[in-house]
């Protein structure tokens, strides 16, 4: 008798351990982040490029977007914003993807063609067996030479199943997210200007050939051989100002005009006051151990390019001292150089992708 209530303690014990694990799993992608609406496709997307290699799940809660030897594809959401909240889970393509990017971002290149705004999430293709890099960055006002980069190393592979990655953008902060991980934060400063974006814009996100710098500075090219790469994008999130019915038609060099007069106070009001908008201690920690162990290149600490850094850099002693003036690791990996000569290509290998755990 007291060997079975033994065996049914333990159990239950390991019941309640499963459970618990399962729990942990499925809220991974959105824990700190509770508040995110998905939205169907129609309800506020749009297709942009490569139609045919655009599949729409039955539910319309998903897209697949592919890449092949004649085109990539992409879509844009149906309306600008004026900030928002912008958020996927998304699944990268698996195996040899050397110089394919796929882009989640927000721009308004197409309506302020000479002094647009941008945020972005570009991943930069990947070998086998080694770990995933992505960058961030942030142009306003048309400032693309002062481009803003920073570069990491993911802790885990995006292949394998989805994960969330989400850009939220205010009128005082910018926040990228990794899951419920902040990876990079920018205050907005007055001597900032028109560097901060501020000007509505669209959502994107795209797979497309990045043959000529991406992955190693595009050492090895794109094998189509191992095509079709397929990204698949599901749960995405729009929440934000529209302001598409408030914009004028606009014209001439100076096309920054026609924006300033929308009121989006109560939508900002909820922006900055939501989950999204805030890093807890515990995110600021885990922020912080994220960018000590997989940050590989800031412009912040790059004074090649910059002899007195741009004033929304908060230099940290302690990042600082891992860094070359060029912004690149002293130990450990660098920033890609383009190469002038491609070498062989890089074909199929059975080496499995190596993944860091990490305890963010």
Request: charged share 25%; with cysteine; hydrophobic share 35%.
């Amino acid at each position: 008798m007291r060997d079975s209530i033994y065996f049914l303690w333990i159990e239950n014990r390991i019941l309640v351990v499963i459970i618990t694990m399962v729990m942990i799993v499925s809220c991974r992608c959105v824990l700190g982040l509770e508040n995110i609406n998905p939205i169907f496709f129609d309800e506020g997307l749009s297709h942009l490029f490569g139609e045919s290699n655009l599949i729409r799940s039955p539910d319309d809660r998903s897209v697949r977007l592919l890449l092949d030897k004649y085109t990539g594809s992409g879509f844009i959401s149906s309306s600008m914003y004026q900030h928002g909240f912008f958020s996927s889970l998304i699944k990268l393509p698996g195996a040899y993807t050397a110089d394919i990017v796929v882009a989640f971002y927000t721009s308004n290149g197409d309506v302020f063609v000479k002094n647009h705004d941008e945020l972005d999430i570009e991943f930069l293709g990947n070998l086998e067996g080694k770990p995933w890099r992505f960058q961030t960055n942030m142009y306003g006002n048309g400032s693309t030479n002062r481009g803003r980069e920073e570069r990491y190393r993911l802790w885990f592979d995006p292949s394998k199943e989805f994960h969330r990655y989400s850009i939220l953008w205010t009128p005082t902060k910018i926040i990228f997210w990794v899951d419920d991980v902040p990876i990079r934060e920018i205050i907005r400063k007055e001597k900032m200007e028109g560097d901060y974006p501020q000007k509505p814009m669209s959502l994107y996100a795209t797979i497309w050939d990045a043959s000529s710098w991406a992955t190693s500075g595009g050492k090895f090219g794109v094998d189509y051989t191992f095509s079709p790469f397929v990204s698949e994008f599901k749960d995405i999130a729009l929440d934000g100002c529209n302001v598409s019915d408030s914009l004028p038609t606009v014209t001439g060099e100076n096309n920054n005009i026609g924006y300033d007069h929308i009121n989006c106070s109560v939508s900002d009001k909820f922006l900055m006051t939501n989950d999204y908008s805030t890093i807890s201690p515990k995110q600021a920690a885990s922020m912080r151990r994220f960018r000590e162990r997989y940050m590989y290149y800031s412009y912040c600490y790059d004074t090649i390019r910059y002899s007195v850094p741009p004033p929304e850099c908060v230099i940290v002693t302690a990042e600082k001292n891992r860094f070359r003036d060029t912004g690149r690791l002293k130990f450990g990996g660098s920033h890609p150089k383009v190469h002038k000569a491609r070498k062989k290509r890089r074909r199929n290998r059975s080496t499995p992708v190596s993944v860091v755990s990490a305890d963010l």
